[in-house]
């Protein structure tokens, strides 16, 4: 398979504020390129998302704008583009969000939710998190709630079901994105 996993992680409750990024790429079921960064969200941080993530006000002080980020990753959202995402409402709205909050296009995208697809293969798992998910895997998670490992997690856990149930099956779990 082919596609990009996505994580933000986010300064408040609001999804507007993306404060981190990660995206990672998959081609042939591979691991091909990864992609990190703080995100300066211009807006205050909420301490109890610091405590999930460990990203304060100060740590991005000098990162880009999401703006300025979505210039390098918007390549990546097109409608012939697999993202994907553990808990992909979650991301798939910080995307739009924040793209709305600047007046930006929305894109088109192809879309895929791996606590749907979890459920669906492992229906007898205590709970779909990440990082359970991982762990009854198999799949390394070393720092959860850290953008590049939660993507590169779920990109594991879809390769994990690519390679152990029908392409179909998966198949039936891919959304347009509009």
């Known amino acids: 398979m082919n596609f990009v996993a996505i994580d933000f992680e986010t300064a408040n409750n609001q999804r507007d504020s993306a404060c981190s990024l990660a995206l990672t790429v998959v081609r042939d079921n591979q691991v091909v390129d990864e992609f990190y960064t703080l995100i300066n969200p211009e807006v205050e941080f909420n301490y109890r998302n610091t405590q999930i993530h460990g990203i304060?006000?100060?740590?991005?002080?000098?990162?880009?704008?999401?703006?300025?980020v979505w210039k390098i990753?918007?390549?990546?959202?097109?409608?012939?583009q697999l993202v994907i995402a553990h808990n992909n409402?979650?991301?798939?709205?910080?995307?739009?969000?924040?793209l709305l909050r600047y007046d930006l296009t929305i894109p088109i995208y192809?879309?895929?939710?791996?606590v749907k697809t979890c459920k669906y293969?492992?229906?007898?798992?205590?709970n779909h998190k990440l990082n359970t998910v991982c762990d009854y895997l198999g799949i390394t998670l070393d720092h959860h709630h850290n953008a590049l490992d939660d993507?590169?997690?779920?990109?594991n856990i879809l390769i994990y079901q690519q390679e152990h149930f029908d392409d179909e099956q998966i198949k039936n779990y891919i959304r347009l994105k509009k």
């Open 56 to 68: 304060s006000e100060e740590d991005v002080i000098d990162a880009p704008t999401f703006p300025e």
């Open 73 to 80: 990753i918007k390549q990546f959202f097109t409608k012939d």
């Open 89 to 98: 409402a979650f991301d798939n709205s910080v995307l739009s969000k924040s």
């Open 110 to 114: 192809q879309t895929l939710d791996t």
């Open 121 to 126: 293969f492992f229906p007898e798992f205590p």
């Open 151 to 155: 993507s590169l997690a779920c990109a």
